[in-house]
């Protein structure tokens, strides 16, 4: 729990709503200063905190206001703070804002066809709110790398996680290196796919040197290996 002050005269042995929006507004801007320190991470945000009822009564607190994140856990998007008061006279309200957090996330540079490898050409950097992306960003380029789409994509669309896959490095009829590997001993043949296949996939390969299908768990173009 967090206790920010906010300092404006109160009316009537009365705590107006400016002091609930303010105090509001203050622990939102610290919240979010600290998950972007906490994190590293480049951003910026903006915050407008719902209005009240200006009906509204609450007895002039005592003590200092104490504050904390209702929900969600992170400061981004809809959130409501709750503003609690531990004096003679205690009272607690829920205050809802809005949290626009701004990153830089890679979107798509232009439309991309379902298993479309992807390439530096094909994204680009653009700042978005984050706090609307609820199936995830990216936010460097290089995780594009060795990745295909899952699903057609249009262009300045956010590229999420699940637009990707790992791209087959090799492919059905390729000739690999089999390699068999163990404390004891380091074996390398000759072998030919009989699947495609992605990094960490396991795929069938014939052994050309004895005519053997066996199972190999593919390391890299060209590259499979024996689990052993």
């Known amino acids: 729990m967090c206790c920010l002050g906010y300092s404006l005269a ?9 002091v609930l929006i303010g ?17 590293d991470i480049q951003g910026r945000s903006e915050i407008q905190v719902n209005r009240l009822d200006p009906r509204l ?21 809809r959130v ?28 798509v540079s232009r439309p991309l066809r379902r298993g479309a490898p992807i ?18 960003f990216l936010t460097d380029t290089t995780q594009i790398l060795g990745q295909k789409t899952t699903r057609a994509l249009l262009p300045d669309q956010v590229l999420a996680p699940l637009h990707l896959e790992q791209a087959e490095v090799v492919s059905k009829g390729d000739q690999v290196v ?7 001993i380091n074996v390398r043949m000759p ?4 699947s495609n296949g992605a990094p960490g996939e396991q795929i069938r390969v014939r052994n050309l040197s004895s005519g053997r299908v066996i199972k190999a768990r593919v390391k890299g173009p060209g590259q499979v290996q024996v689990d052993m």
């Open 10 to 18: 109160s009316s009537a042995g009365q705590t107006p709503p400016e």
């Open 23 to 39: 105090t509001a507004e203050g622990f939102l801007e610290y919240s979010v200063e600290e998950y972007l320190q906490r994190g």
């Open 57 to 77: 009564r609450l007895a002039e607190c005592d003590k200092e206001l104490t504050t904390r994140l209702e929900s969600p856990a992170q400061p981004m998007g």
């Open 80 to 107: 409501t703070v709750r503003i609690r008061c531990d004096g003679t006279s205690p009272w607690t309200v829920f205050v809802p804002a809005q949290v626009k957090l701004y990153r830089d996330v890679v979107v």
């Open 119 to 136: 390439g530096y050409e094909d994204v680009s950097l653009a700042e978005r709110d984050v706090g609307t992306l609820s199936q995830g």
């Open 178 to 184: 089999i390699s068999a590997l163990s404390t004891a």
């Open 191 to 194: 072998g030919e796919a009989l």
